[in-house]
């Protein structure tokens, strides 16, 4: 069983920047790709980044050049540092691990204001 717990989160005007974190713990030996998703009021869930345990990444078009994903696998854990923040990257952000089985987090809110 996995626990994952999301934070940094928050309220920030537009332009500027919030760094996530999600840590991984339970009995973990490897984890597979590491992700962070969102969904903003009255829409789907979307993909904003992903990264594979080998360290590739991917990146929706909308976050591209703006948004970074990294991992310490040492740490069991996912980064999203997020920068020149938009009112439409309001959201509440989920991050998602691959271990034998999809896990989410909770979620955590992040309020872009204009």
């Known amino acids: 069983q996995v626990q994952l717990v999301e934070s940094g989160g928050g309220l920030v005007q537009s332009g500027g920047s919030l760094r996530l974190s999600c840590a991984a713990s339970?009995?973990?030996?490897?984890?597979?790709?590491m992700a962070w998703y969102r969904q903003a009021p009255g829409k789907e869930r979307e993909l904003v980044a992903v990264?594979?345990?080998?360290?590739?990444?991917n990146y929706a078009d909308s976050v591209k050049g703006r948004f970074t994903i990294s991992r310490d696998n040492a740490k069991n854990t996912v980064y999203l540092q997020m920068r020149s923040l938009k009112p439409a990257d309001t959201a509440v952000y989920y991050c998602r691990v691959f271990y034998g089985m999809m896990y989410w987090g909770k979620g955590t809110s992040v309020t872009v204001s204009s």
């Open positions: 339970g009995s973990i030996f490897s984890i597979g790709s």
């Open positions: 990264i594979t345990s080998g360290g590739n990444t």
